[in-house]
């Protein structure tokens, strides 16, 4: 048996059709993932801002409250749908992200919430790197005008299976945070994004298969579909990349639900083969996974 995956599971990632009606993506986020769980999904994903449109100008509108948890029905119909959808489907669900606002401290965030199979509530992860960029003449975001970052690693146990990480899309772009993960026994990194048809093309898969190849674990990215008429066009190809850094399954454009087999002996033939486990020499530069890792959020209540 492997010690990472303990049993092989079938992970789907929903490349959902959002819009700007949140009860109309809440509705046919839980049509996808029960049918995503009828064709034998185990652990299904869906995208980053799958309940609202993507963009700063959307996120106090779309906030939701989860603080204290759990929130009522009318402080977060998305909890409250997400625990009944991977309650329903009973599967683990990593609902992708949602707008959240602290009313404690007036600060919003870019909030995943991921749910057992009985639809409880078993990780919260704020996005830690914000997306601010500015390439001329293509495109320029600032999520940190609205958005207040995250502050910790965030690894959720599934007991039947083994340990994943959750972050949300420009978080990818930081190898640290992705082997501070895979170096805590985590066999896959999942996360739901939405890059667009800038940097989509250039870094989205290359992203996926550096981190694979960095840490030979799993890699899944989940993406909401193309919508050209959006203020944003997320650029789709939800992918699950192998830890040998092979692309099992990669999405269109549009709405579509990919499935992949994972397996811990892939993961353990990956580390026999290229075996840089028990090569590193921390007696040149140091082990950034060993210490000064936050795994716990500053504000207690927030379930890491
Ligand atoms: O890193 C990128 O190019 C895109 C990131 C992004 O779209 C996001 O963080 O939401």
Redesign the pocket.
């Known amino acids: 048996m492997s010690k990472l995956l303990k049993k092989p599971v079938k992970l789907a990632l929903v490349q959902l059709a959002s819009g700007a009606k949140k009860t109309k993506n809440l509705e046919n986020a839980r049509i996808k993932v029960l049918a995503a769980a009828k064709e034998g999904a185990e652990i299904i994903v869906l995208p980053?801002c799958f309940n609202s449109p993507?963009g700063c100008d959307y996120f106090p509108s779309y906030a939701e409250t989860l603080l204290p948890s759990p929130p009522t029905a009318e402080q977060s119909p998305s909890f409250h749908a997400l625990s009944a959808i991977a309650k329903d489907a009973k599967t683990y669900l990593i609902g992708g992200s949602i707008p959240e606002l602290d009313t404690k401290t007036g600060k919003y965030y870019n909030t995943s919430l991921t749910f057992s199979p009985r639809g409880d509530l078993l990780a919260t992860h704020r996005?830690v790197h914000l997306?601010d960029?500015d390439i001329p003449g293509k495109i320029t975001?600032r999520?940190s005008e609205v958005l207040s970052p995250g502050n910790k690693v965030t690894i959720v146990d599934l007991p039947e299976f083994g340990k994943v990480a959750i972050a949300?899309?420009?978080d990818?772009?930081f190898p640290e945070l992705a082997m501070v993960a895979a170096r805590h026994g985590c066999f896959a990194l999942i996360y739901p994004?939405?890059?667009?048809t800038t940097?989509?093309p250039l870094?989205w898969k290359l992203l996926a298969q550096a981190r694979a190849v960095d840490n030979e674990v799993y890699v899944a990215l989940c993406s909401p579909a193309r919508d050209m008429g959006a203020s944003y066009h997320a650029y789709g190809h939800s992918m699950v990349v192998d830890p040998m850094a092979g692309v099992l399954v990669e999405a269109g454009e549009g709405e579509e639900v990919v499935f992949a087999e994972l397996s811990g002996e892939k993961i353990e033939e990956t580390r026999r083969g290229i075996p840089i486990y028990g090569q590193r020499r921390f007696d040149v530069y140091p082990d950034v996974s060993a210490s000064g890792v936050r795994f716990e959020d500053e504000a207690s209540e927030v379930k890491s």
């Open positions: 980053e993507y996005k997306f960029i975001f999520e949300i899309c420009y990818i772009r994004g939405a890059f667009n940097t989509g870094h």
